[in-house]
Nanobody, 121 residues
């Protein structure tokens, strides 16, 4: 599986950005897709995920502002980010997810190269 993010850039606080993640290849064990982000000096953190069954999860910090979606025909996952804050500035990564031993769809199997989002005040 190969993942390629696009759509990052610079935006002012309160603005919107839509990220895309193009998926190529196939993994039998893939159960969903996720978005993660990493700000300078911080660990990579979970942002949102979408299972193949349609279940979505969001980090508390982005609930109500970010939306994950998928276009199956185009093998692309999207992250719509609205009402952006300066603390949303980070490199955003998409990941293909697999099942954990506990039955949760949250094991990152494959990563994209990341795309930078910078939010200025």
């Amino acid at each position: 599986v190969q993942l390629a993010e696009s759509g990052g850039g610079s935006v002012q606080a309160g603005g919107s950005v839509k990220l895309s993640c193009a998926i190529s290849g196939y993994s039998l064990s893939r159960c969903g897709m996720g978005w993660y982000r990493q700000a300078p000096g911080k660990e990579r953190e979970f942002v949102t995920s979408l299972s193949t069954g349609g279940t979505t999860r969001y980090a508390d910090s982005v609930k109500g502002r970010f939306t994950i979606s998928q276009d199956n025909a185009k093998n692309t996952v999207f992250l719509q980010m609205n009402s952006l804050k300066t603390e949303d500035s980070a490199v955003y990564y998409c990941a293909a997810l697999g099942w954990s031993r506990y039955g949760s769809c949250n094991v990152q199997q494959f990563w994209g190269q990341g795309t930078q989002v910078t939010v200025s005040s």
